[in-house]
């Protein structure tokens, strides 16, 4: 791992994820959050009963695309944390006021240098083997119409791959499981 990363340690991420994200005051009053069984579950509470703040840990979006060329299909493989070096599919989180189908078109051509259109939407998945949060992963069928094939922004490289030749190393489980829902539905 480069240096830039070597700070990066997966395993303080999980163990902070799963402890509310870190969150300790409550972002309105300032008071301290303490954990407290609501709504069926732990949730981190304001300790100030007339401020009424609840932190509710909630997945990011994410969006991408499933772009098959010839019967092959197209990944990146990462350049930055987590897994740097295995595959996935061109996505990422969304960002604010975007929609998802933007999101899959401006992380498409971040990663890979291709302009794509969208067609159908293909399917949502959960993921929570991400070190740094859970994400919603909603994944659309592309089509590539333009642009160059080249690794950028978040890709080390990029490159499509036969299903009878996938990379071992498949960076989160909601993308094994694309790639396998893929094979089932259309091959």
């Known amino acids: 791992m480069s240096d830039k990363f070597k700070d990066f340690d997966e395993e303080k991420l999980f163990e902070r994820k799963n402890k ?3 969150f300790k005051y409550c972002p309105l009053c300032g008071n301290n959050l303490e954990k407290k069984m609501t709504d069926g579950q732990f949730r981190m509470i304001c300790s100030n009963t007339e401020c009424g703040y609840v932190f509710y840990q909630n997945p990011i979006p994410a969006a991408g695309a499933v772009i098959i060329k010839d019967d092959k299909i197209l990944l990146v493989k ?3 944390p987590p897994r740097i070096g295995w595959w996935c599919f061109p996505a990422g989180f969304m960002e604010w006021g975007e ?4 999101t899959t ?3 498409v051509k971040e990663e890979t240098g291709l302009d794509v259109k969208l067609g159908d939407f293909f399917e949502v998945y959960s993921g929570n083997d991400d070190p740094r949060t859970n994400a919603i992963l909603l994944l659309y069928l592309a089509e590539v119409t333009g642009g160059k094939l080249e690794a950028n922004d978040d890709a080390e490289e990029v490159r499509f791959f036969s299903f009878d030749n996938l990379p071992d190393k498949i960076a989160f489980e909601s993308h094994i499981q694309a790639l396998a ?7």
């Open 20 to 22: 509310f994200c870190g």
């Open 78 to 80: 990462r350049a930055h």
């Open 181 to 187: 829902d893929y094979n089932k539905r259309f091959r």
């Open 99 to 102: 929609h998802p189908r933007e």
């Open 105 to 107: 078109i401006r992380e």
